[in-house]
Structure formats: C-alpha cells, structure tokens
C-alpha cells in the first residue's frame, strides 16, 4: 500500500498520484473519514480500500469521498465494507 491510514478523524489526501500500485494504493485501516481529491492513479489494483478485517472493526465506521480523481488503466476506485457501515 502506497498510504496506509491507521489513525481516526479526517483524513485529507490533496493531489499526488500513484503509478503501478499492483494492489492497493490507499488502505483505511483507522476509523473516521478519508477525502481523496484531485489525485491521479495509473496501472493499479485498487484506489481506496477500507480495512475488512481489523480489529474493532464491528465499532468502527468508516467514510470516503473522492472528487477530481483521475484513474486509468486499473481496478476498482473504491472497495468498502457495507456490511460494517462503511460509506
């Protein structure tokens, strides 16, 4: 993972990009919200994923919200856990 997020609160990802993340570039593993905007990812397996198997994770709620994301050539922008009451 290029970014891991393990603390909770805000999270503010404000442009930057990733090339040849063969899995994921953003992983969520704390609580709280994530905002990724204006950011630019090539050849990837994922953009955002939030954590499925941490613990605490039954407490834990988690948000996203992208904006100006540009993505080519990858996977999925965003993989979250509806299940948890990830949003």
């Known amino acids: 993972d290029a970014i891991s997020i393990k603390g909770s609160g805000t999270a503010n ?14 992983q969520h593993n704390g609580c709280g919200h994530v905002n990724i905007v204006n950011f630019y990812a090539n050849d ?7 954590c499925g198997n941490c613990k ?3 407490k834990c709620k988690r948000s996203v919200h ?19 009451g990830d949003k």
């Open 13 to 26: 990802i404000i442009g930057g990009g990733a090339y040849k993340a063969a899995d994921k570039v953003i």
């Open 66 to 84: 992208m904006e100006g994301v540009t993505a080519v050539n990858g996977g999925e922008l965003i993989g979250i856990n509806t299940n948890l």
């Open 44 to 50: 990837y397996g994922k953009v955002y994923r939030s």
């Open 56 to 58: 605490g994770n039954s």
